[in-house]
């Protein structure tokens, strides 16, 4: 497939990644595509999947039909039979995952559905790939929005959005993951649904320490109100451009992160509240927390463009550098309206 052609209904999928949200995905592509490939890199994930129809370890209750779907602990054969590659693994662990990989991306449509932040290189997933394997941005594409798996792999109403820097590319896309639950909308805003994808996690956290630490709704409701402010004040001024930030894509994944009780986000900012170290509440998550990484590299990124970001500046004080939890939540009420 080049970049000039159109993708349609034979254009074939793969997800890359075998946690919650890549198994959900499988699930939502394999119901419309003849077959998906799928990179496993655990053994014995890749072996139940191959004999039993179903992930072990996430989700295990999703049967999925084996014909429909194509486990390989093969990265470059995967990408090789694809022709839209769906990313679904922790943004920690991404480097990792595409080690192997030596098939080339270019003729290639990459979709995140990741919302983190790759460490240490202060990029977004986006950005990240563009660069590593030298892409254009016409070849990448986010799929994102109020999402936990737990509901999208059994079938609850969701909505979600498929986003990509051409809206003819978008739409294309949009049928693969179509099903009569999911409710589909488009846009072309890849700078501020990643970031604001990024951001939630942060203020998760936030939602989760004040939490533990005590507070109650009414607090609860006028810092979301200020999460969301911060977040648009961040877009708006690093990366202006026509957006709404009251969709479902930016304040819904932002709710949705804050207030839910799969949001793994908000569960570790509940065991600092609660009085847990950050070192040890870590060790109790039984999933990576994409906030914990992103709010280090979101401050990094702020040093260039100095916007006042308060919650993050908390939440980045409690979590690395030991500060109390108490007192700086305490501290950001002062600065809340």
């Given at each position: 497939?080049?970049?000039?052609?159109?993708?349609?209904?034979?254009?074939?999928?793969?997800?890359?990644?075998?946690?919650?949200w890549a198994t959900?995905?499988?699930?939502?592509?394999?119901?419309?595509?003849?077959?998906?490939?799928?990179?496993?890199?655990?053994?014995?994930?890749?072996?139940?999947?191959?004999?039993?129809?179903?992930?072990?370890?996430?989700?295990?209750?999703?049967?999925?039909?084996?014909?429909?779907?194509?486990?390989?602990?093969?990265?470059?054969?995967?990408?090789?039979?694809?022709?839209?590659?769906?990313?679904?693994?922790?943004?920690a662990y991404l480097?990792?995952?595409?080690?192997?990989?030596?098939?080339?991306?270019?003729?290639?449509?990459?979709?995140?559905?990741?919302?983190?932040?790759?460490?240490?290189?202060?990029?977004?997933?986006?950005?990240?790939?563009?660069?590593?394997?030298?892409?254009?941005?016409?070849?990448?594409?986010?799929?994102?929005?109020?999402?936990?798996?737990?509901?999208?792999?059994?079938?609850?109403?969701?909505?979600?959005?498929?986003?990509?820097?051409?809206?003819?590319?978008?739409?294309?896309?949009?049928?693969?993951?179509?099903?009569?639950?999911?409710?589909?909308?488009?846009?072309?805003?890849?700078?501020?649904?990643?970031?604001?994808?990024?951001?939630?996690?942060?203020y998760a956290l936030?939602?989760?320490?004040?939490?533990?630490?005590?507070?109650?709704?009414?607090?609860?409701?006028?810092?979301?109100?200020?999460?969301?402010?911060?977040?648009?004040?961040?877009?708006?001024?690093?990366?202006?451009?026509?957006?709404?930030?009251?969709?479902?894509?930016?304040?819904?994944?932002?709710?949705?992160?804050?207030?839910?009780?799969?949001?793994?986000?908000?569960?570790?900012?509940?065991?600092?509240?609660?009085?847990?170290?950050?070192?040890?509440?870590?060790?109790?998550?039984?999933?990576?927390?994409?906030?914990?990484?992103?709010?280090?590299?979101?401050?990094?990124?702020?040093?260039?463009?100095?916007?006042?970001?308060?919650?993050?500046?908390?939440?980045?004080?409690?979590?690395?550098?030991?500060?109390?939890?108490?007192?700086?939540?305490?501290?950001?009420?002062?600065?809340?309206?």
């Open positions: 497939m080049s970049m000039e052609c159109k993708i349609d209904t034979d254009s074939r999928c793969a997800v890359i990644g075998y946690g919650s959900a995905l499988v699930k939502l592509l394999s119901g419309n595509e003849p077959q998906v490939g799928w990179y496993v890199r655990n053994p014995e994930v890749l072996e139940t999947l191959r004999t039993e129809g179903r992930n072990p370890r996430y989700l295990s209750d999703v049967e999925f039909d084996r014909l429909r779907i194509a486990p390989s602990d093969n990265l470059n054969a995967v990408v090789r039979e694809a022709d839209i590659l769906v990313l679904a693994v922790p943004s480097k990792t995952f595409l080690e192997p990989l030596t098939e080339s991306l270019a003729d290639k449509i990459i979709i995140s559905a990741i919302k983190g932040i790759v460490p240490d290189d202060y990029k977004t997933v986006v950005e990240y790939l563009r660069d590593r394997y030298d892409l254009s941005y016409r070849q990448l594409g986010l799929f994102t929005g109020p999402s936990h798996a737990e509901e999208v792999s059994r079938g609850k109403l969701s909505y979600l959005t498929v986003v990509c820097p051409e809206m003819e590319t978008a739409r294309a896309i949009g049928p693969k993951f179509a099903t009569p639950y999911i409710r589909l909308s488009y846009s072309t805003d890849l700078y501020g649904i990643e970031y604001a994808a990024i951001l939630k996690n942060i936030a939602v989760g320490l004040a939490v533990g630490l005590g507070y109650g709704d009414n607090f609860l409701a006028v810092l979301i109100a200020n999460c969301a402010d911060e977040m648009t004040r961040f877009l708006d001024e690093t990366y202006p451009a026509e957006r709404n930030t009251r969709v479902s894509a930016y304040l819904g994944d932002l709710l949705v992160t804050c207030y839910s009780s799969y949001s793994r986000n908000r569960r570790l900012g509940l065991l600092v509240g609660h009085g847990c170290t950050v070192k040890s509440a870590l060790n109790e998550m039984t999933m990576i927390a994409e906030g914990y990484f992103a709010v280090d590299c979101i401050r990094h990124i702020n040093f260039r463009h100095r916007v006042d970001m308060p919650i993050v500046e908390m939440v980045y004080d409690v979590f690395y550098c030991n500060a109390s939890a108490r007192r700086r939540m305490r501290e950001l009420t002062e600065k809340l309206f």
